[in-house]
């Protein structure tokens, strides 16, 4: 065979070549791929990772031990593919990018306002999802009462989505399961997914998270957006953990918690800033951001101008 870099004849078995010791594959290819330098994974060069890559199902699905598992899947490097789609989080963890690429006549389905862009054979459909009454309990659960619908139509197409404050992206692969979700944290999922408001009683309401959590169940993507990073919390069983309302992004459905105080008394829960926190019981799984955005807001309400009380005007100040 010849050396790739100077042409020169080299023996079928060498790995590099003897005149000017460029390294060589034997058999005409690249070190590590097939024949021909495909990449490994299947015939015709298919990229790892998706649908020909070794130890993943029809469609890129990745293998799963039974019916359904427990835990949080998420894969280690942000790429992933399901069902009639492939997808990656770019830009971690500050400003993190979901591009999805799908199958032709496949959808995902997506916050109102999270899309950043989409190929010019994407359809978008925006709709009110479980009619009238759905609708309403989504914009309670402070949500968007509308939900879109990005379909490729004709051939493949890219959507890219995005929510709207600074952080991270992460792609959850549910598996027959159940997940608690911050309303604001629901980024997109797959479109057999079913996603509901539910009414999470007084515990919620004074938790400051609104009344209503979005219960999402299913198999299929899950993208779910923080503000910060995404720290994930693994409990043992038993195990008690607790964290404050403000950071949590989603739980396992699976997974006991209750609201309390921060601490013993009213007033030491006041003068602490922690106000009500979440304390869950394993066996289950957390995800938690880094940053809280109210406490964003209440650092910079100073800086921000307010209407003087003898009107008209605006001063600056708290």
């Given at each position: 065979?010849?050396?790739?870099?100077?042409?020169?004849?080299?023996?079928?078995?060498?790995?590099?070549?003897?005149?000017?010791?460029?390294?060589?594959?034997?058999?005409?290819?690249?070190?590590?791929?097939?024949?021909?330098?495909q990449?490994?994974?299947?015939?015709?060069?298919?990229?790892?990772?998706?649908?020909?890559?070794?130890?993943?199902?029809?469609?890129?699905?990745?293998?799963?031990?039974?019916?359904?598992?427990?835990?949080?899947?998420?894969?280690?490097?942000?790429?992933?593919?399901?069902?009639?789609?492939?997808?990656?989080?770019?830009?971690?963890?500050?400003?993190?990018?979901?591009?999805?690429?799908?199958?032709?006549?496949?959808?995902?389905?997506?916050?109102?306002?999270?899309?950043?862009?989409?190929?010019?054979?994407?359809?978008?459909?925006?709709?009110?999802?479980g009619?009238?009454?759905?609708?309403?309990?989504?914009a309670?659960?402070g949500?968007?009462?509308?939900?879109?619908?990005?379909?490729?139509?004709?051939?493949?197409?890219?959507?890219?989505?995005?929510?709207g404050?600074?952080?991270?992206?992460?792609?959850?692969?549910?598996?027959?399961?159940?997940?608690?979700?911050?309303?604001?944290?629901?980024?997109?999922?797959?479109?057999?997914?079913?996603?509901?408001?539910?009414w999470?009683?007084?515990?919620?309401?004074?938790?400051?998270?609104?009344?209503?959590?979005?219960?999402?169940?299913?198999?299929?993507?899950?993208?779910?957006?923080?503000?910060?990073?995404?720290?994930?919390?693994?409990?043992?069983?038993g195990?008690?953990?607790?964290?404050?309302?403000?950071?949590?992004?989603?739980?396992?459905?699976?997974?006991?918690?209750?609201?309390?105080?921060?601490?013993?008394?009213?007033?030491?829960s006041?003068?602490?800033?922690?106000?009500?926190?979440?304390?869950?019981?394993?066996?289950?799984?957390?995800?938690?951001?880094?940053?809280?955005?109210?406490?964003?807001?209440?650092?910079?309400?100073?800086?921000?101008?307010?209407?003087?009380?003898?009107?008209?005007?605006?001063?600056?100040?708290?």
């Amino acid at each position: 065979m010849n050396c790739p870099k100077c042409g020169g004849m080299v023996a079928d078995t060498a790995q590099f070549c003897t005149l000017c010791g460029s390294p060589v594959a034997a058999g005409g290819g690249q070190p590590g791929y097939a024949g021909g330098g495909q990449q490994p994974g299947g015939a015709g060069g298919q990229q790892p990772g998706y649908g020909g890559q070794p130890g993943y199902g029809a469609g890129g699905q990745q293998p799963r031990s039974g019916a359904s598992g427990g835990g949080i899947h998420i894969d280690a490097d942000g790429r992933g593919a399901g069902r009639g789609y492939k997808y990656e989080i770019l830009h971690q963890p500050s400003f993190s990018l979901a591009v999805i690429q799908l199958a032709a006549e496949q959808s995902i389905q997506a916050e109102s306002g999270a899309m950043v862009s989409m190929s010019a054979n994407v359809e978008l459909q925006s709709q009110m999802k479980g009619g009238v009454f759905g609708a309403l309990k989504r914009a309670v659960g402070g949500e968007s009462a509308f939900v879109s619908t990005f379909t490729a139509r004709g051939g493949p197409g890219e959507v890219t989505l995005a929510p709207g404050s600074p952080g991270d992206i992460a792609a959850l692969e549910l598996n027959n399961q159940m997940f608690f979700v911050q309303a604001s944290s629901y980024l997109a999922g797959d479109a057999s997914l079913t996603v509901d408001t539910k009414w999470g009683g007084a515990k919620s309401f004074f938790g400051g998270e609104g009344l209503f959590v979005l219960q999402v169940h299913g198999t299929g993507l899950l993208l779910v957006s923080s503000f910060g990073a995404v720290h994930r919390k693994r409990l043992g069983p038993g195990e008690r953990y607790i964290v404050d309302t403000g950071h949590l992004v989603a739980w396992e459905g699976s997974t006991q918690y209750t609201l309390r105080k921060a601490a013993a008394g009213f007033f030491q829960s006041m003068v602490s800033g922690e106000g009500i926190v979440a304390e869950f019981t394993g066996p289950g799984e957390l995800l938690i951001q880094t940053r809280n955005l109210a406490s964003l807001a209440g650092l910079l309400k100073p800086f921000f101008p307010s209407q003087s009380s003898g009107g008209g005007g605006f001063s600056f100040g708290s």
